[in-house]
């Protein structure tokens, strides 16, 4: 083990998928494969799909008492009302879902959403008992501008909820949420960063957690996203406050999830 990596032994890994607008019915093969590859025996993590809200339901019947668990793209910050074509909270967490992302670049990008909104859809999302998922990434300009840990950590202190307004008790575990650290350029267009500003920014939202939360800030996962594949899994999963990863395009072929998540440090 260098320098640069370290072991994340307090933190169970999650490796979670997201499908994007991706999946017909057709899909549940793929899906089924994942499930079963999930039970073979590995080391402890968690595995994560979170399929388009069509196959929701069905996907969580036909995974139910396996060792995948499944997430939503998306909720509304309201749990019921007059909101044509929106889905929340507690009907997610009806269906089965034990997760939720909040605040996806394509989201926050398509539309409009700021880090108001996403802040809202978290602790939407943690209401209904469900787990937020909540990205956060700089785009290009910011990147080449040398202003992305100043993006990144002003998302971070507008879109993650305080510990005082988590209604439900926080467990010994911490608070139930999840950070996706998704640099915009690195998605979906092959281009990684280097290690070395990985570990940067893992570490800069580490320390952010740290001084929100205190003890229990160390226990929150850190996902980093953006390009990940089996060819580059290893290395990146490897690196320090890398806690696992969320993964677009890969996730999308059983073997390619599968790979990824074997690639997990023991
Ligand atoms: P990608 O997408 O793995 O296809 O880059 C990641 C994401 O958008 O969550």
């Given at each position: 083990m260098t320098g640069s990596q370290k072991s994340n032994a307090k933190i169970r890994p999650i490796i979670a998928g997201n499908w994007k607008m991706n999946g017909l019915l057709s899909a549940m093969g793929a899906l089924a494969a994942i499930r079963d590859g999930a039970n073979a025996p590995s080391s402890p993590r968690t595995l994560v799909i979170c399929p388009p809200?069509?196959?929701?339901?069905?996907?969580?019947?036909?995974?139910?008492?396996?060792?995948?668990?499944?997430g939503a793209q998306d909720c509304h910050t309201h749990g019921f009302g007059a909101f044509t074509g929106d889905?929340?909270?507690?009907?997610?967490?009806d269906c089965g879902a034990r997760f939720c992302i909040v605040g996806?670049?394509?989201?926050?990008?398509?539309?409009?959403?700021?880090?108001?909104?996403?802040?809202?859809?978290?602790?939407?999302?943690?209401?209904?008992?469900?787990?937020?998922?909540?990205?956060?990434?700089?785009?290009?300009?910011?990147?080449?501008?040398?202003?992305?840990?100043?993006?990144?950590?002003?998302?971070?202190?507008?879109?993650?909820?305080?510990?005082a307004e988590l209604k439900t008790p926080v467990g010994a575990d911490g608070p139930p949420m999840v950070?996706?650290?998704?640099?915009?350029?690195?998605i979906g267009t092959g281009h990684v960063p280097t290690n070395a500003d990985i570990i940067a920014m893992h570490e800069a939202i580490r320390g952010a957690l740290k001084q929100r939360f205190g003890a229990w800030g160390e226990r929150i996962p850190i996902l980093y996203g953006g390009s990940v594949k089996?060819?580059?899994?290893?290395e990146i999963l490897a690196l320090a406050d890398v806690n696992?990863?969320?993964?677009?395009?890969?996730?999308?072929?059983?073997?390619?999830?599968l790979a990824i998540a074997a690639s997990l440090p023991e």
């Open positions: 809200f069509t196959l929701l339901k069905t996907a969580c019947d036909s995974c139910a008492g396996s060792n995948l668990v499944l889905v929340s909270a507690p009907m997610l967490a996806h670049s394509e989201r926050r990008a398509l539309h409009q959403e700021r880090d108001v909104d996403v802040h809202a859809k978290a602790l939407a999302a943690l209401g209904a008992g469900l787990t937020p998922i909540i990205c956060l990434g700089e785009r290009e300009d910011a990147r080449d501008a040398g202003k992305a840990h100043d993006v990144v950590m002003q998302q971070l202190e507008r879109s993650v909820p305080d510990a950070i996706a650290y998704e640099p915009v350029w690195a089996p060819s580059n899994a290893r696992g990863a969320l993964v677009g395009g890969a996730s999308l072929n059983a073997s390619d999830f």
